[in-house]
Structures are given as C-alpha cells and as structure tokens.
C-alpha cells in the first residue's frame, strides 16, 4: 500500500488472526499481560517495515484492529508492549518481530542471528538481561491471504475403520523420486495429487494417507551450523501455514487441490500436528512468536520460579493447556 493512515478502526476480536473482508483486514491477536501491540506493515519483499499502527481496542484479552483497503499480500508482524521480569515470567520486548500464532502464510526464513533472543547472548546476566536489537530483518514475515475455496464439491470418504489402511508419509520423502511425476513438482503438495502417486496409493490398499508435519517448522540453528536440516517437521513455528518448502509455486490452493484430488481417489487425508510445544525453546531459546506475545499465558512455567519454562516435552517448552485462549489455539 502507498499509505498507512493515522491509526487503526476498532475492528473485532474474533476471528483470531488476520481476516480479508474485501474492503480491508481484521487483526486480532490474544494476550492477556501485554499492555499494548502494535502491528508492523512491510514491503511486499519483507525487507522494510513501512509503519506500525497500534492495535486499539482490547476485548476478553484479544487486542485488534481494522485496516482498510488492504487485502491479500499484506505483509505483517507484531511487536508487544509489557513488562520485561523473566523472574515473574515476562518477556515482553518490542524491539523483537513477532510471527502472528494465527498466520495462514509465511515469508521468508529465519535467518539465525543473535538478535532473535530477547536477551542478549553472552551476558553475565543471561536471559534476565534485555536485548534491544530489531529481529526483523532476521524475521519470517506473515502474509494475509485470500481463504476462499468451493469445498462444495468434495466428498469426504468415511471410510470405515475396519476397513482403513493407513500409509504414514512424507511429503518430500514419498514424491521426490517418482519419475512419473514432473521433476519441479517431486517432494511437494502438488506431487500428492498427481494421477501417479494416487495409482500408486490405490495400487497397494491404502485408504488414509497420514503427513508428518505440513505447517510451517523451523530449520534449528544448532542442525544449520551443522550443515543439517530438520527433516520430521516437528518444532513447530506456524500450526495454520502450510510449510512453505513444500510448494512448487506460490499458489496456496496447492495444498487444497491436491487434499481434494485425494479425497476424490476415495483417500482420507491426516495430519500429524504435535501440539505440545514448539519451536521457541526453553527460557533461553529465541522469541519468535509465543514467547513475546505473551509468555506467561502460552508456557507451562515453573511455580516457584516462572523464569523457568517446564520441559515436560524434551524440546525445552510445554504449552499451557491450562489457558482456554491455547486450548482454542
């Protein structure tokens, strides 16, 4: 857009997320300790932050606001005013780009740099120290889309459990040497729905095709600097945005075509999304998205001593499904 103006409309709590009208978009995002969230527009590359409006209104702990004449392609983030006390398990610092937990697309990849913790790495005084470094042009960015699909025509085929075979796959690992499939769509969603893997599917009995992780996942810097990458998908930086390594072009309806391909071959689609934790880390991994929106509310964090995430999962964090607002999410 040429122009933000002055300020946000008040706009609605619900949905959560960003939400296209056709006039403009909604922006809604949960936290219940913030004292304010501004949303930061970009560039269509992502590259320049064009201006931050706050969000205005707050209701049931959702804030939002409504930005007019805008639409698909937007590009956007938060950044969260509040308290920075680790000790009482705050970790509010507008200097660090937030992902929306709510996005439907991303932009771009985490580029690993010290400035992606709140805190500063190599202090004396560890996470209780207070990074003042922008993340974002170290930052994913999220992008508005366009949601409508003509689900009208697709079948589910409710097949029978005594009757269902289920084929638990990849989507790179089960396409990318079919040579029946054209070589810029193997190891993608558009692969999945190619005639070829659904003979093959059907050919040898399966009813069900199981995906490990399609949303949007981070590439570890611990495994980069390895020269390695994260192949499973399961530290989680997006459950609503298809992971983007998966797609031959920028279509967001690949994903949906290829589930409605299958559907209509009679095979049932299931997504394997673990829900537990996800890709911030414990206290001191980076703040991404969770962690600066609202720390104390997403988190499972020790009683005695909130600085500390609980590690129940071996990944560092534990979701807090104590909240309503993350049980919802």
């Known amino acids: 857009m040429d122009t933000l103006p002055d300020r946000l409309q008040p706009g609605s709590p619900y949905p959560l997320g960003a939400t296209f009208d056709g006039e403009g978009v909604n922006f809604a995002v949960f936290s219940?300790?913030?004292?304010?969230?501004?949303?930061?527009?970009?560039?269509?590359?992502?590259?320049?932050?064009?201006?931050?409006?706050?969000?205005?209104?707050?209701?049931?702990?959702?804030?939002?606001?409504?930005?007019?004449?805008?639409?698909?392609?937007?590009?956007?983030?938060?950044?969260?005013?509040?308290?920075?006390?680790?000790?009482?398990?705050?970790?509010?610092?507008p200097n660090k780009l937030l992902l929306d937990p709510y996005a439907r697309k991303l932009q771009g990849q985490i580029k690993w740099t010290d400035a992606l913790h709140g805190y500063r790495i190599g202090s004396r005084k560890e996470d209780l120290s207070f990074d003042k470094r922008d993340s974002a042009p170290a930052m994913p960015k999220a992008v508005v889309v366009d949601d409508h699909w003509d689900w009208s025509r697709d079948?589910?085929?409710?097949?029978?459990?005594?009757?269902?075979?289920?084929?638990?796959?990849?989507?790179?690992?089960?396409?990318?040497?079919?040579?029946?499939?054209?070589?810029?769509?193997?190891?993608?969603?558009?692969?999945?729905?190619?005639?070829?893997?659904?003979?093959?599917?059907?050919r040898i009995g399966v009813t069900a095709i199981e995906l490990l992780p399609i949303h949007a996942f981070t590439q570890d810097r611990f495994l980069q600097e390895k020269g390695l990458r994260n192949y499973w998908g399961y530290n989680t930086l997006g459950f609503f945005a298809p992971e983007q390594g998966y797609m031959s072009s920028e279509h967001q309806d690949e994903l949906r075509r290829a589930v409605h391909r299958l559907h209509k071959a009679g095979i049932e689609v299931i997504l394997d999304v673990v829900y537990n934790h996800t890709?911030?880390?414990?206290?001191?991994?980076?703040?991404?998205?969770?962690?600066?929106?609202?720390?104390?509310?997403?988190?499972?964090?020790?009683a005695d001593n909130p600085r500390y995430t609980i590690n129940d999962t071996g990944t560092g964090n534990t979701l807090n499904m104590s909240k309503a607002r993350v049980i919802q999410m």
């Open 32 to 93: 219940a300790n913030a004292d304010a969230i501004d949303l930061c527009i970009f560039d269509p590359g992502g590259r320049r932050e064009l201006g931050r409006l706050p969000l205005p209104e707050c209701t049931d702990e959702v804030w939002h606001g409504y930005l007019p004449d805008v639409g698909p392609g937007l590009t956007y983030g938060f950044r969260a005013h509040g308290r920075y006390e680790p000790e009482a398990g705050h970790r509010f610092n």
């Open 155 to 202: 079948t589910r085929p409710n097949t029978p459990w005594s009757d269902t075979v289920i084929y638990e796959a990849h989507v790179k690992g089960l396409t990318k040497l079919m040579e029946e499939v054209p070589a810029r769509e193997r190891g993608t969603y558009a692969a999945l729905g190619h005639p070829a893997v659904i003979r093959h599917l059907k």
């Open 279 to 302: 890709c911030e880390g414990s206290e001191r991994g980076p703040t991404l998205s969770w962690r600066g929106l609202d720390n104390a509310s997403y988190y499972r964090l020790v």
